[in-house]
């Protein structure tokens, strides 16, 4: 099956773009840079050589002996994506964007951040390329992650508050897209996940495959044939889809990995294909995403503020409605108990975000035989959690 969006860009049903008639041309010069270059030889090449010298890639697939062996199934293999230059996937997608920023003639970059991470990710870009930089960040998240908002001025970044709403991620998207509209001449919007108008969840997706592609080939090498399961946990849907895509017609299970928060009420956690997830708009795209019963978008928890978030990338909300992939989530005790125990049986310590994926993982494993084997995506490190973990913990 072809996995490509229609012209309009939507995924079945979901995704198009619902933006204000200002967007609409900008959208469309993007979406034509963003073909042009797709099969480009000299851009790819560019892509893949910053890929390999500059963020580190291929990333290993390791076999989780212990980890296996403690729990006693199928083999689990990590793909080691926090091994990744500043500590994630994000800056896969980052490096894509910013040259084509840069064959676009812009000169000024805006991002939005939740906890900072691809706020860090895309200071950094700009940096390597001596672009302006400007990040909208919510004050709430600023308070809560001052380490990142201190390491994007460091790059050169300028950081703008966001006073309005629940002053988080949402909040900073919209004042980002405010932006966009205002100066769409001189300014590229570099978006951190799978999710918002077209082109944007296509070309995050196309650039974060590179992670499926390597890692499709590396277990070939470990076990000469395919996983029986992917897993990867969902934020906007960027590190899954791009574990994901490369395997979507071959016969291998996956599962998305959701927040499941502090229980399964609606604005405790952030579980879009739980109850209280309903097809809507939110940020220029259709999707699922959470309501409460006044049909406003719900507050959302997570212990890991990557994860935590009310909509999801399009491509997800089709792929679960056709079955291809299943999604599932894993609360803030789970997530917290996987980071322990792949701290303490690997010395590898994760980003709260992935010990989601390690905690369904660590469900399974048990349940499947041992000639069995599965690939998670350790899609980030978890130094940027060590507070968030001693506070729960001590709690
Ligand atoms: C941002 C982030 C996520 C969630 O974003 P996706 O777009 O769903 O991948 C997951 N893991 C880490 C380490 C992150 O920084």
Known sequence: MNYEPDEQGYFGEYGGRFVPETLVAPLDELTAAYYGVRDDGAFQAEFHDLLKNYVGRPSPLYYAKRLSETLGGAKIYLK?????????????????????????????????????????????VCALFGLECVVYMGTEDMRRQEVNVFRMRLLGAEVRGVDSGSRTLKDAINEALRDWVTNVET?????????????????????????????????????????????????????????????????????????????????????????????????????????????????????SAGLDYASIGPE??????????EYVSANDDEALAAFETLSETEGIIPALESSHAIAHAMKIAPTLSRDHFMIVNLSGRGDKDINTVREELGN
């Not at 574990?243 to 599962?255: A, E, G």
């Not at 997800?316 to 291809?324: E, K, Q, S």
């Open 316 to 325: 997800h909300a089709f792929l679960h409605d056709t079955g291809r992939i």
């Open 80 to 124: 080691r994506e926090d091994l990744n230059h500043t500590g994630a996937h994000k800056i896969n997608n980052c490096i894509g964007q910013i040259l084509l920023a840069r064959k676009m003639g812009k000169k000024r970059i805006i991002a939005e951040t939740g906890a900072g991470q691809h706020g860090v990710a895309t200071a950094t």
């Open 187 to 303: 300014t590229y919007y570099l978006l951190g996940s799978a999710l918002g108008p077209h082109p944007y969840p296509l070309m995050v997706r196309d650039f974060q495959s590179v992670i499926g592609r390597e890692a499709r080939e590396q277990i070939l090498e470990h076990e000469d044939r395919l996983p029986d399961v992917l897993v990867a946990c969902v934020g906007g849907g960027s590190n899954s889809i791009g574990l994901f895509h490369p395997f979507l017609n071959d016969d291998v299970r996956m599962i998305g990995v959701e927040a499941g928060g502090r229980s399964n009420s609606i604005g405790e956690h952030a579980a879009r294909f739980m109850d209280g997830g309903n097809v809507g708009v939110l940020q220029g795209t259709k999707s699922y995403l959470l309501q409460d019963n006044d049909g406003q978008i719900a507050m959302t928890h997570s212990v």
